[in-house]
């Protein structure tokens, strides 16, 4: 079976300063990754995904997430954090094996506060 | 960027009362989805739904839950009889395929609270 783990549930850093937001997975299978982001009364709105192809992922707003297989972990980074980008992220992993992939399976997610 | 819309974004209701909770998935997507969130917990899967039928559901989604999409541009869930234990953010998705890797698109949620 799937799961995810996100290790923070909360993050706090100074504007300007490097993000990290830690996830790690359990997989019977090789998975799809992503990374979600919900501002406040917002939707969740898809930062950037892993499906096997390149291991260091690129998203939006400058964040990016590295596959590491062997850590079994998708770190997401931000080098510079903005005051913008306070809100809470979930790491999610694909719940099923090849065709259907709408199961997702979120992490408890990790509200990131950004100081001034 | 299209979206997918939810109405109403905040409902309360009694508990035992029918509740129907709308979205508008983006117009050329062909799968659907309805997860939901109850406070403090994560984001759950609830169902998938592709050529007028579901494709697969979790343990959650019940007898008391039911999926439709009566037009050409709404989906629906359907509560039946709800529980206070049904309180939670609804979440409707869609995506263009249902391959893996795919990117699901969610709406801003429908808040529901069972009195």
């Known amino acids: 079976a799937q799961s995810v783990t996100q290790l923070d549930s909360h993050v706090s850093v100074s504007e300007g300063t490097p993000v990290l937001l830690r996830c790690n997975y359990s997989s019977s299978y090789s998975p799809s990754l992503f990374w979600y982001v919900q501002h406040p009364n917002k939707g969740l709105q898809l930062l950037l995904k892993?499906?096997?192809?390149?291991?260091l992922v690129k998203g939006i707003n400058g964040f990016e997430a590295e596959f590491k297989k062997s850590e079994t972990s998708f770190h997401l980074t931000k080098p510079s954090a903005h005051m913008s980008d306070a809100a809470e992220y979930f790491c999610?992993?694909?719940?099923?094996?090849?065709?259907?992939?709408?199961?997702?399976?979120f992490g408890k997610g990790t509200k990131l506060s950004v100081k001034p | 960027e299209p979206e997918v819309t939810q109405t109403p974004s905040h409902q309360v209701t009694q508990m035992g009362q029918e509740v129907i909770l709308r979205c508008v998935p983006i117009s050329n997507h062909l799968y659907f989805y309805w997860y939901r969130q109850i406070l403090g917990q994560k984001v759950e899967f609830l169902v998938s739904f592709y050529n007028n039928e579901i494709s697969e559901k979790s343990e959650i989604f019940d007898d008391q839950f039911s999926v439709e999409r009566p037009d050409g541009s709404n989906f629906t869930l359907k509560i039946r009889s709800t529980k206070l234990e049904d309180s939670a953010m609804y979440f409707c998705?869609?995506?263009?395929?249902?391959?893996?890797?795919?990117?699901?698109?969610f709406g801003e949620g429908s808040w529901l609270t069972v009195v």
């Open positions: 998705a869609s995506s263009a395929t249902g391959a893996s890797g795919n990117t699901i698109y």
């Open positions: 999610v992993v694909s719940g099923n094996y090849g065709g259907s992939q709408g199961n997702l399976i």
């Open positions: 892993y499906t096997s192809a390149a291991t």
